[in-house]
């Protein structure tokens, strides 16, 4: 390396995971070009890489806020590119990041364009999901299995339900951080099997919110994605104490599998035919088009009834969700609920996105749900 060419991280190398950094490349040549570099192991061990290439000013200078990248994983100004596409080698590969505890570590490196691309400078970033003052406690109390997050002071705060397919702590702790108290459980656990699905346990888990002593009086929030959006619904449908919703790329009715409340099956299951499943010559599948029609006569007993639901409701979803049609799930949501007289949602659309929809590498403040 390099002893005048210096790689800074401002404001500091160590941040939260949601927060910018700015990147600033000092002692190099005037007008040199150069390399930068983003390298970071995930939790399943997959190695992500980007790099972007720039020249530097009459200074010496290169600041990843002010000055376009030429070529590489991105062109243009974007001060965070080089995380926004870290990508693997390995094709249909996301960056794995679930643990609360261990932060997002990031390595940066300068080198030299020409020649053997020589390392001038390098830096790393340490990128923390759990901010100071948030504590984070496993939830094993009656059927709930999960993890509540609370944020610093005796509140009271907001509670929210944050409910995935899997097991995952990456997005709770995030609201933690901005206020919120969160627990987050999943759809598949050891309480759950995949031949049906109990709404009891969920029922349990606002309950728990509901009545825990830091918690706000206004109810519970409930975020959830993919499978988790159809329990989601149903709590809203059929358990009080739901306030708000936001449903990010899933469904309209009970997928797969039946959905049972008190003993009783309240949803039959909305199947797959899984002929229609396309097959890339990438090896992904897509099972999009293997849902059947849940507006199909026979199909209509999977139908969440969330027209009977007091909650708000913030519908997500993405052009290119080839997991789930969930633009056309939105759609048939919003026209049924405008055809009972309702206004209580509001709607997003990503074009170009696909079915994770993960927070990103920063966000901006969420001053409610």
């Not at 949601?18 to 970071?40: C, F, H, M, N």
């Not at 504590?135 to 997050?149: A, H, W």
């Not at 919703?245 to 008190?262: D, E, F, H, M, R």
């Not at 949803?267 to 088009?289: C, E, H």
Request: charged share 25%.
């Amino acid at each position: 390396m390099s002893s005048q060419v210096r790689l800074r991280l401002l404001p500091s190398t160590r941040c939260l995971f949601d927060e910018p950094v700015q990147l600033k490349v000092a002692g190099l040549r005037s007008r040199q070009v150069v390399t930068i570099r983003a390298t970071s192991t995930d939790e399943r061990e997959v190695v992500f890489g980007s790099s972007a290439t720039y020249r530097a000013d009459d200074g010496g200078e290169v600041d990843l806020n002010r000055d376009p990248s030429l070529n590489g994983s991105y062109v243009g100004v974007q001060p965070m590119g080089l995380l926004q596409s870290l990508k693997a080698d390995t094709l249909h590969k996301y960056f794995f990041k679930n643990k609360a505890l261990n932060p997002h570590v990031v390595k940066f490196s300068v080198h030299e364009q020409e020649g053997d691309g020589r390392m001038l400078a390098e830096e790393t970033n340490e990128r923390f999901l759990m901010g100071d003052g948030v504590s984070r406690d496993p939830i094993k109390e009656g059927n709930i299995r999960g993890v509540l997050f609370t944020p610093p002071g005796e509140g009271p705060f907001p509670a929210v339900l944050d409910l995935g397919t899997f097991m995952s702590e990456k997005r709770a702790c995030l609201l933690a951080n901005k206020g919120f108290l969160v627990l987050s459980t999943a759809v598949f656990n050891d309480r759950q099997n995949m031949k049906e699905i109990h709404l009891d346990p969920f029922k349990e888990a606002v309950d728990f919110l509901c009545h825990h002593p830091k918690a706000g009086s206004k109810g519970v929030g409930v975020i959830s994605r993919s499978k988790g959006t159809d329990i989601a619904l149903s709590l809203a449908a059929f358990v009080p104490g739901v306030q708000a919703l936001v449903w990010i790329n899933g469904t309209s009715a009970s997928v797969g599998t039946p959905l049972y409340y008190k003993k009783q099956q309240i949803l039959s299951p909305l199947m797959f035919d899984f002929s229609k499943v396309i097959t890339t010559k990438s090896g992904a599948n897509l099972i999009k088009y293997a849902i059947e029609d849940p507006l199909e006569e026979k199909n209509k007993g999977s139908l969440v009834p969330i027209e009977r639901a007091k909650s708000q409701f913030l519908f997500v979803a993405a052009e290119d969700d080839l997991n789930w049609d969930s633009k056309a799930y939105m759609d048939e949501m919003v026209e049924r609920l405008t055809r009972h007289g309702k206004e209580n949602f509001e709607t997003v659309f990503y074009p170009g996105a696909g079915h994770l929809l993960e927070p990103p590498l920063w966000l901006q403040q969420m001053s409610q749900i």
